[in-house]
């Protein structure tokens, strides 16, 4: 099975990119199942309905996301219906979606880390007690987290319980895409799919000044070309074992 990993999505350049290079890259790889990490793709935080069902009709499969989730709260009410949408699994019970789905034979799991982060309840025991019920060999864990030793921490745990584990929030893809010894695909960072022209995807200059005032000032979504990262993964359909894995990164002009 071929399955491709999309990075944080942007606003609308990154929705764009996905619009325009998923199709080809669907037929050309035979494209078993993509997912996309969405929770930046309204605006630049959170999604919505709207900007989900574009990503949806454009050839995603499975929309993950992360702790800004809440942020267009258009959303929420949706996060407990059939569109495939889901939520970090360690938040805490009652609330609103789903922590993972199962779609076409895999099981797409998201986590959200706690450095840097904030208080949530803790991933690993999550994963672990996901783990102890699910029956799919394939399944593909979206970490959603801000330091690199938690994301590698996390990869070694999973090494040969799951078949990938890959990174995601920072925006800047790292170039550490490996199989790890018991057969798991790992990658500390997929990387953002949005507007290179920026600091992780927002406008450069009012980014600056928020670094030189310390005055909090609203971000908006940076322009020019385009970045498209993805990590393309191959599974042994009958061990669930990863067998290659393959940074994609195109980029789209404005």
Known sequence: MLILAIGDVVGRPGRRAISQLL????????LDLVIANAE????????TL?????????????LTSG?????????????DSELPI????????????????????????NLLGRTFIGDFDCPFRAMDQLLAKLDQKIIIVDFHAEATSEKGAMGRYLDGRVSAVLGTHTHIGTTDAQLLPNGTAYVTDIGMTGPLDSVIGDDVEAVIQRFLTGIPRRLSVGKGKIAFNAILIKVDDETGQATSIERIYQEVEE
């Open 67 to 79: 702790n800004h989730i809440w942020a267009q709260k258009d959303i929420i009410p949706h996060l």
């Open 40 to 47: 930046n793709a309204a605006g630049g935080i959170g999604l």
């Open 86 to 109: 889901i939520r970090p699994l360690n938040y805490p019970p009652g609330v609103p979606g789903k922590g993972y789905i199962v779609t076409k034979g895999v099981a797409v799991v």
């Open 50 to 62: 709207a900007t989900a069902k574009e990503l949806l009709e454009g050839g995603v499969d499975v």
């Open 23 to 30: 199709p080809g890259l669907r037929q050309r790889y035979a």
